[in-house]
């Protein structure tokens, strides 16, 4: 196996599509027998054992006879590229087998069986499509991974294999022609599809994404976020739709000009910068930050076990012991601590405290040496594996705080007084009174919010989404020093009943319009800067 098995024993960046799936995919790309394909040139970068490759094959000897030409000189336009010898030569087999019902006299000869992103090709292509493999950057062989990082720009930061089989497959591509794959929808959004996003902003244009994220669409169950995305080599500006489809059925009958479609902004690297109507409300919203707030993330241990307990008291110093609150503490409308505890190994100056000021705590700290000299935090400096792997900010604790689970169904947001240090699950936004974080938590319940952030970031199972730091900071929120008093009363006393319908009556493009900005009173705005998300 190329690149190690999977927890089900299969191989990583082997799952195979629906064969109903291939088919409205070369529908929804206009590679039919119902048109002359005679001349079109094709290439599947990552052919597996055949679910792409063998229906092209079929369309076009189907075109052959419909048309009229040479099936064995038109077999000369289609290229298949895999890697694996051993599922090549089944792909082989399969075409054999295939050319042998459909035309006993013809045979193929440009199947590829080498690694596409190395592969000399010295070809364009009018169509490339197809089902790239998904490998997480951990999984790519350290030797191959550095070769990439050197052959793609796109392939940075921790990139999934699929990154540069984009990269490559828009490079091979004649004017006009289209690159058409059924992909993680991951790199849409996150900081490592960036670069990919930047490229075709500049180079290329993008027909459509089909978000098929919640759809059924592979031969087996797996967490692949999929989502079909047509690229074209074109000069001309097209409108890039982006659609949601939910199951398969619904796949299956969609039509390009689906109504419900809603229009990327290529304008930005961020293709789902926030918008109504097309157009940016930049003197009214701003983003988090802009407002003199702070996102930051809670700390990671390593080794929760031992770090995190609520036995601690009298085992460990009391200085030593901060309260931790972690995602299960919020799922209801109050907060609910544990009773665990966090060890502190720091400093107020961020320096790691001498444990031989510290006899409880360095017994117990030696009794657990050789499980925590395994973490890689500890690895670079053996004399230091009691540390954390983030470093521990006392001061925290007392600050008031707004407390955001990596993910949830519960969309109270919380505010914490001044009483938790929170753990690496949840978010945190600081900056302002206690009173003016729980205006801002009000406001990030409102749809107004949600809605942004379905848009800007990845959703999980269950249509939730993340609130991840990078998405929190390009959330746009009203400026909360230019809304009237008045409505920040209604917004409080909505926040205190839990009352989403209140808030969201309150939170709309409308009511921020109209929220009296002066100068001195709300943040001003360069109308020439570009604020784009």
């Keep these: 196996m190329i690149h190690g098995e999977r927890s089900n024993g299969k191989a990583h960046g082997v799952v195979n599509t629906k064969l109903e799936v291939v088919s409205k995919m070369l529908d929804l790309i206009n590679y039919k027998s119902d048109i002359n394909l005679s001349n079109i040139k094709v290439l599947e970068p990552s052919a597996g054992s055949g679910a792409f490759a063998l229906e092209i094959l079929k369309r076009l000897f189907e075109s052959s006879k419909r048309f009229r030409f040479n099936f064995q000189d038109s077999l000369l336009n289609i290229h298949f590229c895999e890697l694996d010898q051993n599922i090549a030569e089944e792909l082989r087999s399969n075409i054999v087998n295939l050319l042998k019902e459909l035309n006993p006299n013809s045979s193929f000869k440009n199947l590829h069986i080498y690694d596409f992103l190395r592969l000399e090709i010295n070809e364009k292509f009018d169509l490339i499509v197809g089902n790239p493999p998904y490998v997480r950057s951990e999984n790519i062989p350290q030797a191959s991974k550095e070769i990439y990082q050197t052959m793609f720009k796109t392939f940075t930061h921790r990139s999934d294999l699929y990154i540069p089989f984009y990269e490559k497959a828009l490079n091979l591509l ?85 109504s419900n479609s809603v229009k990327l902004n290529l304008n930005s690297h961020n293709w789902f910068a926030y918008s109504y109507n097309g157009e940016s409300y930049e003197r009214f919203i701003s983003k988090i930050e802009d407002q003199n707030f702070k996102v930051g993330i809670g700390v990671a241990t390593g080794r929760d076990s031992i770090f995190i307990s609520s036995s601690f008291i009298g085992k460990i110093e009391d200085e030593l012991l901060i309260p931790i609150i972690t995602s299960k503490g919020i799922k209801t409308s109050t907060i609910q601590w544990s009773g665990n505890f966090i060890i502190n190994p720091f400093k107020i100056n961020g320096d790691l405290i001498n444990l031989d000021e510290f006899p409880l705590a360095k017994k117990y700290f030696l009794r657990n040496r050789k499980e925590l000299s395994k973490r890689h935090v500890a690895k670079k400096d053996l004399s230091k594996y009691y540390k954390t792997i983030d470093k521990i900010h006392k001061n925290l604790v007392s600050q008031p705080k707004i407390l955001l689970p990596d993910i949830s169904s519960n969309r109270f947001i919380h505010v914490d007084e001044g009483n938790y240090y929170p753990h690496h699950n949840l978010y945190y936004i600081t900056g302002g009174t206690y009173e003016q974080l729980r205006l801002l938590a009000s406001i990030l319940m409102s749809d107004f919010v949600y809605e942004q952030l379905l848009r800007i970031g990845n959703k999980m199972k269950g249509g939730y989404p993340r609130w991840q730091s990078q998405n929190i900071r390009k959330l746009r929120i009203p400026l909360l020093n230019a809304i009237p008093d008045s409505v920040k009363c209604s917004l409080l006393e909505a926040y205190d009943k839990n009352d989403l319908n209140k808030i969201n009556s309150i939170i709309t493009i409308e009511a921020i319009e109209a929220f009296e900005i002066k100068e001195g009173q709300g943040v001003l705005f360069d109308s020439q800067a570009n604020y784009n998300i």
């Excluded at 289209?178 to 993680?184: A, G, P």
């Design 174 to 258: 004649n004017d006009n022609g289209s690159l058409s794959y059924v992909c993680s929808n991951r790199w849409l959004k996150n900081q490592y599809g960036e670069n990919l996003r930047k490229l075709i902003s500049n180079r290329y244009q993008v027909k459509s994404i089909i978000d098929l994220e919640n759809a059924k669409i592979f031969e087996e169950d797996v967490l692949g976020y999929p989502a079909i995305t047509t690229i074209v080599k074109s000069a001309k500006r097209l409108h890039s739709k982006y659609s949601e489809v939910f199951d398969l059925d619904t796949f299956l009958e969609f039509e390009q000009n689906d």
